[in-house]
Structures are given as C-alpha cells and as structure tokens.
C-alpha cells in the first residue's frame, strides 16, 4: 500500500522558515517525480514545486522562486520543502504527490510543475499559516 505523509506544517510569522517532509511507505520515492502543492482557503490547488526522478531537474512556480528550495533524501525515502521567507500569502495546505518518471530529451528527468493531473498519489496535506 502507496502512502505518503507531510509533516512539518505551523503557524510562522511573516519572514520565517518552515522545512515540510514528504515520507513514502510502500514506494521508493527515487524512482518518481515528486511534486508540492499547495490549496488555499477558497482556491484551487496549484503546484508550487516538483523535482525530477533521481537527481531530477527542480521546477518553481514564479512566486516561490528563490524563497523555496526542494530536496530529496533517498536514504530515508523522504522529500523536502524548505520555505524561507514566508509570506502570508503562502498560507495553505500544502500537499506532496507522485507522478511517473518524465524523461525530457537532452535534459533529464524533470516534472510537472502545473499539471496536478499527471500526479496520481496524494498525502493528506498539512498547514502552514504565515502570520503575524
């Protein structure tokens, strides 16, 4: 049985730092691309991030960029999202997923970012609110 779970979800103030866990059972997290979503209350669910199988190619969506850093952990079959520089506006439930392996020609492994569609496997989700 497929199960991925996130942790590391809180309440931050303006400016802080969160590092959300993505941890598999049942699947070997290397093999695919893994992707971080995110719903807000009222909103649709959009990627902020994803990386490629293996040693894969990282995508951002705009907003995050140069704020949030994913990271995988094959020894303990976990992925990382590290968040700095929060921002209220990144309150949400933030989710992982899994999708199959992408080759992308003369690039490598890579993923994607805005296509919640290609991810079959979701964790329960966990909060993160930015607030002072």
């Known amino acids: 049985q497929v199960q991925l779970v996130e942790s590391g979800g809180g309440l931050v103030q303006p400016g802080g730092s969160l590092r959300l866990s993505c941890v598999a059972s049942?699947?070997?997290?290397?093999?695919?691309?893994i992707g971080w979503f995110r719903q807000a209350p009222g909103k649709g669910r959009e990627g902020v991030s994803c990386?490629?199988?293996?040693?894969?190619?990282?995508y951002y969506m705009d907003s995050v960029l140069g704020r949030f850093t994913i990271s995988r952990d094959n020894a303990k079959n976990t992925v990382y999202l590290q968040m700095n520089s929060l921002k209220p506006e990144d309150t949400a439930v933030y989710y992982c997923?899994?999708?199959?392996?992408?080759?992308?020609?003369?690039?490598?492994?890579?993923?994607?970012?805005?296509?919640?569609?290609?991810?079959?496997?979701w964790g329960q989700g966990t909060q993160v609110t930015v607030s002072s």
């Open positions: 997923a899994t999708a199959p392996p992408l080759w992308i020609r003369d690039q490598g492994y890579g993923c994607y970012v805005d296509r919640k569609n290609e991810y079959d496997t």
């Open positions: 049942g699947v070997t997290l290397d093999y695919y691309a």
């Open positions: 990386i490629g199988s293996g040693d894969g190619i990282t």
